[in-house]
């Protein structure tokens, strides 16, 4: 083909020839843009279409304007409803406490950064929780918090505590599923982090202790910094799977005791598909108040990766 | 069981050649074509109930090519939505009065009035009430189950105690039993609607049947003083240390325990509890039932939740999907597969018969004799959707924390306002 481009002259090149250079990377992108557009796009078009009417997800939709918004948020005259108070506010507990899980895991990576016998094994245990799935982490908690027979009572029996019944408690309830939650995600950042650790210049290190710079400093300032891209996916991996708690919640107490450790999105999925849901319209809206939220954190997360590559080069 | 149903076939047999039933009229010549059938009754029991009805319906209609399907029950109350939509079977399980409601309105199930009208159902009209909205009938019932108090009769043999009949005696019982180290009742509302079951025979008991409809039916205000003196009653029970601790944290079933064990005497639940009763090793001796006791001078009302089949309005095969309703209906039928060793819950036609178990001669006694006040299908099916998932949280939190009485009804009533428009 090469030798018939060469060969004819301009004039006689055909369209597609004559636009390749320009033409051949979008005909590349097609299939993903089409299925961007088909499976993300489109569906969240949708939602804030759905979202502004009143649907039972079976009959005719019909438009009611701001009206969900106004229930959801309070606007106007009304009250916030206080289904979306609650899990907005857990929501943020979650976003801030699982971020623990990044120091956790830093720490557990430095302790397993060594070379003694058996460390992959000692490696491995420590990444098995992130390999079993959430039901299955879910579980596990809820019957180590069971208010009776549950080890957690046991151990503290042990100490002469008075037993403790976390997921029936509104007021622990969620911290209690988020801690369940950190056992996980704390081995994830592990691995990201010793990952990171691999990729750390020994030079650096021997002039820095050449420097006198050992303990705290020498993490603070030479290490750490070393570690910024480790600690930059840590910290989107963690904020995702913060707002993305649905299945711990779902096993563990099922939004209860009394609705306390809803999140929002466990409150979309029991006002749009759960056994007494079906109010399309409504559970829309609160997809819609997520997605804005999410899409904060995403802006931001775009940013800094722009604002490093312009800085790389 | 299989036996069971054949001699269900002979007698439908007789039955037509004799030709005195209406249904010989429809059934004289055997049915052929199609009949897509989608279930729910995915449990061991039911599953084979229902695999037995669809031979035995084969058997009568040999050249009726029959399809059944069976789905998970706990999913098919989400999945319905989509099947009654495109390419609908012709029959379909679900639940009787306001679970239909979505449903109706969206004329997504046919109306099978005309079965009723026309004959093809006799002995239904206990039933058909449930069925009914709109002053229509849109399905077909083929088994319902009593609620009430089922104790441990070598327990209250024990301490002394007798059924009580009276909330008074109630309350004494408890007392007793209190003072004896155990609780009153054993529950798990983890999955709420056990509280809701509580609601349902308190208000009834209180303030009546009608007045418990009027409250579902969104006429009544959660605020009126009459609702309060329901929670007012229930909260004695509370007080008194009547319940299991930490029932907000276990499921009906992990509730159980409490009762085996000998930790709680009594659990107010339907009939399907006496299966895990027994099979925890519990036997006839030890258990026994009673009706929930009175509290007020008012008729007593029952909830019996009744289970039902449709035909979607999109179904192919309607005359078809009517005989089939019209079989599962029958007298025979419905004394076969609700027997103890087959589903063991009552059957809905009046002309069938009760299998000899204690506890389904004494719900079927309760509920034709004693249950004057009316038969409500259960919290979650009488009131609206919307309305019982709020209203079930907001009985569990009373439960747990019965000083918020004043905050949760104000949110009940704030839901009313918005949800019957």
Same mark, same amino acid.
């Given at each position: 083909?090469?030798?018939?481009?060469?060969?004819?002259?301009?004039?006689?090149?055909?369209?597609?020839?004559?636009?390749?250079?320009?033409?051949?990377?979008?005909?590349?992108?097609?299939?993903?843009?089409?299925?961007?557009?088909?499976?993300?796009?489109?569906?969240?078009?949708?939602?804030?279409?759905?979202?502004?009417?009143?649907?039972?997800?079976?009959?005719?939709?019909?438009? +009611?304007?701001?009206?969900? &918004?106004? /229930?959801?948020?309070?606007?106007?005259?009304?009250?916030?409803?206080?289904?979306?108070?609650? !899990?907005?506010?857990?929501?943020?507990?979650? =976003?801030?406490?699982?971020?623990?899980?990044?120091?956790?895991?830093? $720490?557990?990576?430095?302790?397993? #950064?060594?070379?003694?016998?058996?460390?992959?094994?000692?490696? !491995?245990?420590?990444?098995?929780?992130?390999?079993?799935?959430?039901?299955?982490?879910? =579980?596990?908690?809820?019957?180590?918090?069971?208010? /009776?027979?549950?080890?957690? #009572? @046991? +151990?503290?029996? +042990?100490?002469? @505590?008075?037993?403790?019944?976390?997921?029936?408690?509104?007021?622990?309830?969620?911290?209690?599923?988020?801690?369940?939650?950190?056992?996980?995600?704390?081995?994830?950042?592990?691995?990201?982090?010793?990952?990171?650790?691999?990729?750390?210049?020994?030079?650096?290190?021997?002039?820095?202790?050449?420097?006198?710079?050992?303990?705290?400093?020498?993490?603070?300032?030479?290490?750490?910094?070393?570690?910024?891209? *480790?600690?930059?996916?840590?910290?989107?991996?963690?904020?995702?799977?913060?707002?993305?708690?649905?299945? =711990?919640?779902?096993?563990?107490?099922?939004?209860?005791?009394?609705?306390?450790?809803?999140?929002?999105?466990?409150?979309?999925?029991?006002?749009?598909?759960?056994?007494?849901?079906?109010?399309?319209?409504?559970?829309?809206?609160?997809?819609? +108040?997520?997605?804005?939220?999410?899409?904060?954190?995403?802006? &931001?997360?775009?940013?800094?990766?722009? /604002?490093?590559?312009?800085?790389?080069? | 069981?299989?036996?069971?149903?054949?001699?269900?076939?002979?007698?439908? *047999?007789?039955?037509?050649?004799?030709?005195?039933?209406? $249904?010989?009229?429809?059934?004289?010549?055997?049915?052929?074509?199609?009949?897509?059938?989608? !279930?729910?009754?995915?449990?061991?029991?039911?599953?084979?109930?229902?695999?037995?009805?669809?031979?035995?319906?084969?058997?009568?209609?040999?050249?009726?090519?029959?399809?059944?399907?069976?789905?998970?029950?706990? *999913?098919?109350?989400?999945?319905?939505?989509?099947?009654?939509?495109?390419?609908?079977?012709?029959?379909?399980?679900? &639940?009787? @009065?306001?679970?239909?409601?979505? &449903?109706?309105?969206?004329?997504?199930?046919?109306?099978?009035?005309?079965?009723?009208?026309?004959?093809?159902?006799?002995?239904?009209?206990?039933?058909?009430?449930?069925?009914?909205?709109?002053?229509?009938?849109?399905?077909?019932?083929?088994?319902?189950?009593?609620?009430?108090?089922?104790?441990?009769?070598?327990?209250?043999?024990?301490?002394?105690?007798?059924?009580?009949?009276?909330?008074?005696?109630?309350?004494?019982?408890?007392?007793?039993?209190?003072?004896?180290?155990?609780?009153?009742?054993?529950?798990?509302?983890?999955?709420?609607?056990?509280?809701?079951?509580?609601?349902?025979?308190?208000?009834?008991?209180?303030?009546?049947?009608?007045?418990?409809?009027?409250?579902?039916?969104?006429?009544?205000?959660?605020?009126?003083?009459?609702?309060?003196?329901?929670? *007012?009653?229930?909260?004695?029970?509370?007080?008194?240390?009547?319940?299991?601790?930490?029932?907000?944290?276990?499921?009906?079933?992990?509730?159980?325990?409490?009762?085996?064990?000998?930790?709680?005497?009594?659990?107010?639940?339907?009939?399907?509890?006496?299966?895990?009763?027994?099979?925890?090793?519990?036997?006839?001796?030890?258990?026994?039932?009673?009706?929930?006791?009175?509290?007020?001078?008012?008729?007593?009302?029952?909830?019996?939740?009744?289970?039902?089949?449709?035909?979607?309005?999109?179904?192919?095969?309607?005359?078809?999907?009517?005989? $089939?309703?019209? $079989?599962?209906?029958?007298?025979?039928?419905?004394?076969?597969?609700?027997?103890?060793?087959?589903?063991?819950?009552?059957?809905?036609?009046?002309?069938?018969?009760?299998?000899?178990?204690?506890? =389904?001669?004494?719900?079927?006694?309760?509920?034709?004799?004693?249950?004057?006040?009316?038969?409500?299908?259960?919290?979650?099916?009488?009131?609206?959707?919307?309305?019982?998932?709020?209203?079930?949280?907001?009985?569990?939190?009373?439960?747990?924390?019965?000083?918020?009485?004043?905050?949760?009804?104000? /949110?009940?009533?704030?839901?009313?306002?918005?949800?019957?428009?």
């Amino acid at each position: 083909m090469s030798s018939v481009t060469t060969n004819a002259s301009t004039a006689n090149r055909g369209w597609y020839n004559r636009n390749e250079i320009a033409i051949t990377p979008w005909l590349f992108l097609l299939p993903a843009m089409l299925f961007f557009a088909a499976y993300v796009i489109m569906p969240i078009c949708q939602s804030f279409w759905i979202s502004f009417h009143q649907w039972d997800g079976l009959g005719e939709k019909t438009w +009611v304007g701001m009206a969900n &918004y106004e /229930r959801l948020l309070g606007l106007g005259d009304q009250r916030m409803d206080r289904k979306f108070e609650t !899990s907005f506010w857990n929501n943020l507990k979650w =976003l801030v406490l699982y971020l623990l899980a990044i120091p956790m895991g830093l $720490f557990i990576a430095l302790f397993l #950064n060594q070379t003694v016998r058996g460390i992959r094994l000692y490696k !491995s245990l420590f990444f098995f929780p992130f390999v079993i799935s959430q039901v299955v982490v879910g =579980l596990v908690f809820s019957w180590l918090y069971l208010p /009776r027979e549950g080890l957690l #009572n @046991a +151990v503290l029996a +042990v100490f002469g @505590a008075e037993p403790v019944n976390i997921l029936g408690d509104p007021t622990m309830a969620t911290y209690g599923i988020i801690a369940a939650g950190l056992w996980p995600q704390t081995a994830y950042c592990m691995i990201l982090y010793l990952t990171g650790l691999n990729a750390v210049d020994p030079e650096q290190v021997e002039a820095a202790r050449l420097d006198g710079a050992k303990g705290s400093k020498m993490l603070w300032y030479v290490i750490l910094p070393q570690l910024k891209p *480790a600690t930059f996916i840590a910290f989107v991996v963690t904020i995702i799977g913060a707002l993305r708690s649905f299945d =711990l919640i779902s096993v563990m107490t099922n939004g209860g005791p009394f609705g306390s450790t809803r999140v929002l999105s466990f409150y979309m999925f029991e006002e749009s598909l759960s056994e007494f849901g079906f109010r399309m319209g409504y559970g829309a809206a609160i997809a819609v +108040v997520l997605f804005f939220i999410m899409l904060g954190f995403i802006v &931001y997360f775009l940013y800094s990766m722009w /604002r490093d590559e312009k800085g790389a080069n | 069981m299989r036996s069971i149903f054949k001699t269900t076939v002979a007698s439908l *047999a007789t039955a037509a050649v004799m030709g005195t039933a209406a $249904f010989a009229a429809s059934h004289a010549t055997p049915l052929t074509g199609d009949l897509k059938i989608t !279930s729910d009754m995915s449990n061991p029991a039911p599953r084979a109930v229902m695999e037995g009805l669809v031979a035995d319906f084969q058997e009568m209609n040999p050249d009726l090519n029959i399809e059944l399907t069976i789905v998970d029950r706990e *999913a098919w109350k989400t999945q319905i939505r989509n099947v009654l939509g495109a390419n609908a079977p012709d029959v379909v399980n679900w &639940y009787a @009065a306001n679970r239909m409601g979505p &449903y109706v309105e969206a004329g997504l199930f046919e109306d099978v009035s005309d079965m009723y009208d026309g004959g093809d159902l006799p002995g239904l009209d206990a039933v058909k009430g449930a069925m009914t909205l709109d002053g229509k009938q849109w399905g077909v019932p083929y088994t319902y189950y009593q609620w009430g108090m089922y104790y441990r009769e070598d327990i209250f043999n024990e301490l002394g105690l007798t059924e009580p009949t009276t909330f008074d005696e109630e309350l004494a019982n408890c007392q007793v039993i209190v003072d004896s180290g155990r609780a009153c009742y054993a529950i798990g509302t983890k999955f709420l609607w056990t509280a809701g079951g509580w609601f349902d025979y308190l208000n009834m008991r209180t303030n009546g049947f009608d007045f418990h409809m009027e409250l579902a039916r969104g006429e009544v205000s959660w605020t009126d003083d009459r609702v309060r003196e329901t929670f *007012a009653n229930w909260r004695k029970i509370i007080d008194m240390g009547g319940y299991v601790a930490d029932h907000q944290s276990y499921s009906w079933q992990e509730a159980l325990t409490f009762m085996t064990d000998g930790e709680a005497t009594a659990y107010l639940m339907g009939n399907f509890v006496v299966a895990p009763l027994r099979d925890a090793g519990l036997d006839d001796t030890q258990i026994d039932f009673y009706q929930f006791p009175t509290i007020a001078d008012v008729p007593q009302g029952e909830d019996a939740p009744t289970d039902t089949f449709h035909i979607p309005s999109g179904a192919e095969n309607k005359d078809n999907a009517r005989a $089939f309703l019209s $079989f599962v209906a029958s007298a025979d039928v419905q004394t076969a597969i609700n027997s103890g060793d087959a589903l063991g819950q009552l059957p809905v036609n009046a002309d069938s018969s009760v299998d000899a178990d204690e506890f =389904l001669e004494q719900g079927f006694e309760m509920l034709s004799t004693n249950a004057q006040g009316g038969v409500a299908q259960f919290f979650d099916r009488d009131f609206p959707a919307e309305m019982a998932s709020v209203g079930m949280e907001g009985l569990q939190e009373f439960m747990v924390f019965p000083d918020n009485l004043d905050d949760i009804l104000e /949110r009940l009533e704030e839901a009313r306002d918005r949800i019957y428009q």
